[in-house]
C-alpha cells in the first residue's frame, strides 16, 4: 500500500470492519471506524456519546458536526500520518467533501475510496447473525464464522454480544439511510476517478485479495 488514505463504502454488513482489520494488519496503517468510536463513546458515557445515543439507535446518521469533528481529531494524531483505512466515515457528500478538505490542508494525497459490494439479501442475513467483541470489535458470524468458544473472542478474550442496532426493523431503516445517503458517494468518488470496486459476496480471504490487487 502507499501513502494513500482509503475509504471502505458499502452498506452495512458488507464487510467493511472485517477487510479494514486484515488491511490494518496488512499494511500498518490504522483502522478507523467511527461507529466503533462513537459505541465506545458511549460506553463511556462521554457528552459525545450521549449526543449519539438517539440517533444510532434509531439508525440514523449521528449529526456531521460531530462526525467531524471526531475525525479531524483522530486524522492529527501521529500513527494516522501515514494513512488511514476509513471504515464507516464519510457517508454523506457533505462528509466526503469535509474530508477532501481536511486531506488537503494537511498536505495529504487525496482518498481512495473502494466499493465492497454485497446484495441487499446477503446483507440481512450477515447483519442479523453478526457477533461483535465489546472489547476489540472484531466481528463473528453465527453460522459463517462463529467464534472456537461460544460468546468468547477468539482474538482477545472479549465477550461477544449481538449489536442494538441489528435488530431486522433498525437494519432495514440502516439500509434505507444507506440508500438515500451513503450509496451517491458511489457517484462522487467514480467522478472523481478515485474508485475501485470488489464483489464482496465472495469468502473472507478472496475479498482482501481482491481488495489489495484493486488499491495496489
Ligand atoms: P460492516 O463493517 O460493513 O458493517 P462487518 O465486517 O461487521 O460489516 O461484517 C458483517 C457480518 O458479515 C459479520 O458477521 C461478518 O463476520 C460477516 N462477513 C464479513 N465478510 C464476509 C464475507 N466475505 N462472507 C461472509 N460473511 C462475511
Ligand atoms: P457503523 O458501525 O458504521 O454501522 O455505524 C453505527 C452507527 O453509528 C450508524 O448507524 C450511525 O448512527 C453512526 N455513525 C457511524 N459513522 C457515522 C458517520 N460517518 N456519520 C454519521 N453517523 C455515523
Redesign the pocket.
Known sequence: MTGTSLVLLGP?GAG??TQAARLEAASGFPHV???????MARSAGTPLGDR?KA??????????D??IGL?EERLSEDDAMKGVIL??????PA?AKELDRLMETMGRELPLAVHIKVSREEVLARLTGRLVCERCQEAYHVMTRPPKTIGVCDKCGGRLVT?S?DSPE?VRH?LQ?YEEMTAPLIVYYGDLGRLREVDGERPVDDVARELLEAIS
Open positions: 452495512p467493511k470492519g471506524a467511527t461507529g466503533d468510536m462513537l459505541r449519539a440517533y444510532m439507535d434509531r439508525g440514523d446518521l449521528v449529526p456531521d460531530v462526525i475525525i471504515d464507516g466515515f464519510p457517508r454523506n462528509q449489536r442496532d433498525t440502516r439511510v
